[in-house]
Structures are given as C-alpha cells and as structure tokens.
C-alpha cells in the first residue's frame, strides 16, 4: 500500500469556525479514501475519491484531490460539536494504509 | 442490514496467554481485514483473508495468524500474548479485495488488554 501523511495532528476550534485536513503522499496515488472516527468509534467510511481535481461536497463537508493526485483535503465549513472526532485519510491497496489521523475537538 | 459484527467487546488476558477473535462480515461482503489501533494512533494493517487465504499482511510478527471460513466470517488468533499487544482490534469487510468505491465497513472492535 502506498502512505500518507496527515496535518495538522490535532486541531481545536470553536463551533462555527472552518476547520481543514490536509492529506499527502510522495507518490502518486489512485485513489484515496476519508474516515471519520468518533471517540471510542469505530472508523466509518466518508467518502472515496478517485480523478484527478476531483471535488466532492457532502453537506458541510467538501473533499478535494489534488490535481497530480498527490494530495488530498477534508474541508468542514461552519463546524458543529458533532463534527468532533478524528479524521484519517487513506491511501489505496490491499490494506488501507491510513495516516496518523487528524483529531478535531470543537469547543461549543 | 446487518453490519460487521465482532466478538467479544472487551477481552482481559494475561502475558503469554492466547487469544481468539471473531468478525462476521457485513451481509454481502467477502473479503475481511483485520486492523490493530493503539491509543491514540491510526489503525495499522495486520492481515487480509478473500476467498478463504491470506492474501495481504502487514508488518506483524507470526505470532498473529487468521482464518477465513467458508461464510466469510474470520477469527484472529494471538499466540504468546505481550503487554504491547494491548490495542483496539478492527474487522474491516468490504465486497472484493480492494473495497474500490464503497470503502470498508468496520466493525466496533475488540479492546484487548494484556496485564
């Protein structure tokens, strides 16, 4: 599987403020994929993306890939204390290999 | 629509014991991987079973083996347990071998401690 990196590791904001996570790899990758694991969760699948430029919107969340597939983004506009939770990119093959995560804490 | 299901939640063992684990699929899927997550660190890969074999493993000493039954349900056995084997265990199953478009499906977990 091909590994990716993940900033900012930790992330506290207050509710209503945009938050990002930035996802990258040294290779490029064919695909990548987007968990969300709430605190003592399980991770559950968001979102997979796969072309090039590739952007794609679920409520408040947009996930973008960058255009040399290198890189990827999870953007939450107007964050909520449910949004709280650790986000982990993933880079594709037989095992998921998912970055270190970013942990997000939301202050109401 | 019956999720991934794992056995047992919660599991106490002592150093050098064994262990056995156990992951039911989602309902229509065939391939089962298995993920150790530490406290505060991402999942790390230990294995992947599709079509009954161990098609994929990670960087995890043999001590860690598996099994694919023929209803796509898996076990995970811990031989000679370590304090450092205390960790979040994951099920993940997905339909083929690389979950291409719908990601994996993970279960809650087994939360094993070795004291």
């Known amino acids: 599987g091909q590994q990716v990196m993940q900033i900012p590791q930790y992330q506290h904001v207050q509710e209503g403020e945009d938050f990002t996570t930035y996802c990258n790899s040294s290779?490029?990758?064919?695909?990548i994929q987007w968990y969300k694991q709430r605190p003592g969760g399980h991770p559950v699948f968001l979102i997979q993306?796969?072309?090039?430029?590739e952007v794609k919107k679920q409520k408040r969340l947009t996930f973008q890939f960058g255009e040399a597939k290198k890189n990827s983004s999870l953007h939450i506009t107007a964050t909520q204390t449910t949004d709280v939770g650790t986000y982990f990119c993933?880079?594709?093959?037989?095992?998921?290999?998912f970055g270190k995560g970013t942990s997000l804490l939301v202050t109401p | 629509d019956a999720g991934v299901t794992q056995s047992p939640t919660h599991l106490i063992k002592t150093r050098g014991q064994q262990v056995t684990l156990r992951c039911s699929p989602k309902?229509?899927?065939?391939?089962v991987s298995w993920y150790q997550q530490a406290l505060g660190q991402g999942p790390q890969f230990i294995f992947q079973?599709?079509?009954?074999?161990?098609?994929q493993r990670g960087n995890f000493p043999d001590r860690f083996s598996g099994h694919q039954f023929p209803n796509y349900s898996s076990e995970l056995n811990v031989n000679a347990l370590l304090l450092g084997d205390s960790a979040l265990y994951l099920c993940?199953?997905?339909?083929?071998?690389?979950?291409?478009?719908?990601?994996?499906?993970f279960g809650s977990g087994t939360r094993l401690t070795v004291v």
């Open positions: 079973y599709y079509e009954e074999e161990e098609r």
């Open positions: 290779t490029t990758l064919s695909n």
């Open positions: 993306l796969v072309k090039s430029g």
């Open positions: 993933a880079g594709p093959g037989y095992a998921l290999n």
């Open positions: 309902s229509g899927h065939d391939t």
């Open positions: 993940a199953s997905s339909l083929g071998d690389r979950a291409v478009g719908n990601g994996y499906t």
